[in-house]
């Protein structure tokens, strides 16, 4: 095993251990140590232990919230294809968290990870589509938020639960809109519970 690939093995089991929660442990003093630890293996270069301190950073898991500071993170796991991290960052280019708003740039961030097939990614690529203010592209979006909800993307079986009962994009389908809205409620998506409640009493 080359120097790099045992530096990297060992990051792995740091981050590993830290996962580790205690059976009745102390939670906050678990997601700080947490945090510690996770430092530490991002610090050795691995991916997924910088995405988890970007997280960490963004939403205040064990540490101070620090937007900057979580862009950064997610950046250096994002530029070694960490997917989940790619499409956080882009998210964070998106609304101009921690970093200067760009599109362009939540666009390629968001676009390489689905391309990697991350749920969320196709869930925002979707929603990239419908959004498109001169022309909605949405039968792009459907097939976006189709791909992701086959990933058990909640939101996006809601969406294509939606989309599939009124017909309007594809070919109406009330038992596999049905289908998907259980999938999504399945999973405690507000959204689909809220819709499935309006469909029962209208009838």
């Known amino acids: 095993m080359k120097a790099e690939e045992r530096h990297l093995a060992e990051a792995e089991k740091i981050l590993d251990k830290a996962f580790r929660r205690p059976a009745n442990g102390d939670k906050e003093k678990w997601q700080r140590n947490l945090h510690r630890q996770a430092l530490k293996a991002a610090q050795m270069g691995l991916a997924e232990a910088q995405y988890w301190v970007g997280r960490s950073y ?73 959004a498109d203010i001169d022309e909605p592209q949405v039968e792009t979006a459907f097939v976006y938020f189709m791909r992701a909800a086959k990933l058990n993307e909640m939101y996006s079986q809601y969406e294509v639960a939606r989309m599939l009962w009124e017909g309007e994009v594809v070919a109406r389908d009330t038992t596999a809109a049905q289908y998907w809205c259980l999938e999504a409620e399945a999973q405690e998506c507000d959204e689909a519970m809220v819709w499935h409640a309006k469909r029962i009493i209208a009838g």
């Open 58 to 130: 963004r939403e205040g898991y064990g540490v101070q919230e620090n937007a900057p500071k979580a862009a950064e993170w997610l950046c250096l796991a994002a530029e070694q294809g960490h997917p989940a991290a790619q499409v956080e960052l882009g998210q964070m280019y998106q609304y101009g968290e921690g970093v200067a708003q760009d599109k362009v740039e939540a666009f390629r961030w968001i676009s390489q990870a689905a391309d990697a097939e991350e749920p969320m990614a196709l869930y925002e690529m979707a929603m990239h589509y419908l």
